[in-house]
């Protein structure tokens, strides 16, 4: 039985962060990424030498994270700047659509008078 209901705002606020630890950690195991869960991938021995290597793998898997936020934030601006503006939907009086407006001209001109 659990203490909260799944998905609950109680269980999001006592499993939520523990959550993104485990999804972490198993992302630092998985096979395609560091590897640390094989024992055969890492042949050196003691205690120093397995946490060095673990603070390593961490370091390269946050760099890997820097690094795959950056792209996306690129490819998301890139997006934005080639998609075209849609028609609006809403028409005047004599069904033809009205134009686009930016906050700037919208900010020039009364409300009812004609934009240049």
Do not use: F
């Not at 198993?26 to 096979?31: C, E, G, N, S």
């Not at 934030?73 to 609006?88: G, P, V, W």
């Not at 028409?91 to 919208?106: I, M």
């Amino acid at each position: 039985m659990q203490r909260y209901t799944w998905q609950s705002p109680e269980w999001k606020i006592a499993c939520g962060q523990r959550n993104q630890v485990e999804s972490s950690n198993k992302v630092l195991k998985d096979a395609l990424s560091t590897n640390l869960g094989d024992p055969n991938a890492r042949p050196g021995r003691g205690w120093a030498y397995h946490y060095l290597m673990t603070m390593i793998a961490i370091v390269v898997h946050n760099i890997t994270r820097i690094i795959t936020g950056i792209q996306k934030l690129a490819d998301m601006t890139k997006r934005a700047k080639d998609t075209s503006i849609r028609q609006r939907r809403r028409t005047d009086e004599l069904r033809n659509r009205l134009p686009h407006h930016t906050t700037a001209q919208n900010c020039d001109a009364p409300p009812g008078s004609k934009r240049e």
